[in-house]
């Protein structure tokens, strides 16, 4: 079988956890080039058996070439057209598509050309796919991209465009980073997790759709995120009558009291990134709190997974307190926001 290239977007900062996913979920794959960001891969599987949940985007690569050949975003395009590629933009079509547009991005900004060679570029989509343009409602979006690292892409979008500000709440994590975060914390079937700032509900909502676990305890001080994520829950299908997660109004401080100690398997979790109004504490002497609370209910060998501001010094609050060891810390980008995803772990003194 003829494999397929993809190429795919994430965010910043991830890659390492990416190529640590790709290469465990697909055992037939080639990563051609990874970038921070971004990942060029082929594979023998379709995309709808893919089944990749860390992505923002995912295309199908028609054509790409290096920079070093001189070549500006309009060449590439002449390029294109010069070549028609017809196999390929041919392959990259489907019955569920009927229009397209074009999208032009340089260094992730959306950019112009001239008008002619658009128009030259459109009617070789329209001649060799039989689509209609549609720039303004478009089932299929045909990508010319170049970024910083060299390359230009030709590419068709496969992934749908999810308009995050319209469906998800304020402060809520977007679904690729809460599966990330929960494939870090090493996900296991046997697992009890813990998530004690659940907010919206993201990251124990993504662990009981995508990995088996024991049980999932969602914990959070606000009762109205406490319902939100409820109903969430109850809305889909697949979750609406699991038994094995709870979802209860607890405060940090009183996490002790809701779990015995060294009952916790994984913890992985968004804590609040600045003050934390209901015990108006600095920001160090909070996590202090939280990191020490999450040590006594943490098992020996147990995992936390944390997304952090840059503004916390994980490294010196951790000299104080026993037991817990940092593993890794990577710096990442979350809406445009620099953060940290920790991985920490309980060790023996």
């Known amino acids: 079988m003829k494999k397929r290239k993809y190429f795919a977007s994430f ?41 990749m949940y860390c992505f923002n985007n995912i295309f199908s690569v028609i054509t790409f070439i290096s920079e070093k050949s001189n070549k500006d975003i309009e060449s590439f395009i ?5 070549s028609k590629l017809h196999d ?29 060679l658009k128009s030259k570029l459109e009617k070789l989509i329209i001649s060799q796919s039989g689509l209609r343009l549609n720039k303004s409602n478009s089932d299929a979006e045909f990508w010319i991209l170049y970024r910083t690292e060299g390359f230009f892409y030709f590419l068709k979008r496969l992934s749908k465009h999810t308009a995050y500000d319209k469906i998800l709440n304020k402060g809520e994590l977007h679904p690729e980073i809460a599966f990330l975060m929960n494939w870090f914390a090493e996900a296991d079937k046997n697992d009890i997790l813990l998530d004690p700032f659940c907010g919206n509900g993201s990251i124990p909502i993504k662990r009981a759709l995508h990995f088996p676990t024991k049980q ?67 920001i160090d002497k909070f996590y202090f709190l939280v990191l020490s609370k999450m040590e006594k209910a943490l098992k020996y060998n147990g995992i936390i997974v944390l997304l952090i501001g840059r503004n916390v010094d994980i490294e010196k609050i951790l000299k104080n307190i ?28």
């Open 11 to 51: 965010a910043s900062g991830m890659q390492s956890i990416i190529q640590d996913i790709l290469e465990k979920q697909i055992p037939d794959i080639e990563i051609h080039q990874l970038f921070d960001g971004a990942v060029l891969f082929e594979t023998e599987k379709t995309y709808d058996r893919l089944n």
């Open 78 to 82: 002449q390029h294109i057209v010069n």
């Open 88 to 116: 390929e933009i041919i392959s990259s079509n489907t019955k569920k598509f009927n229009t397209f547009r074009v999208i032009i991005s340089s260094e992730n900004q959306l950019v112009s050309i001239d008008n002619k």
């Open 216 to 282: 999932i305890i969602a914990f959070d001080i606000d009762n109205a995120m406490i319902n939100i994520v409820k109903k969430k829950i109850l809305a889909k299908k697949s979750l609406a009558n699991m038994q094995n997660i709870l979802i209860k109004q607890v405060d940090i401080k009183n996490l002790d009291k809701e779990l015995s100690n060294e009952s916790i398997d994984k913890i992985v979790t968004d804590p609040p990134w600045g003050l934390y109004d209901n015990v108006k504490m600095e």
């Open 322 to 349: 026993p037991n817990l060891c940092l593993i890794q810390n990577y710096k990442v980008l979350v809406s445009g926001k620099k953060a940290n995803i920790v991985k920490i772990k309980k060790c023996l003194e």
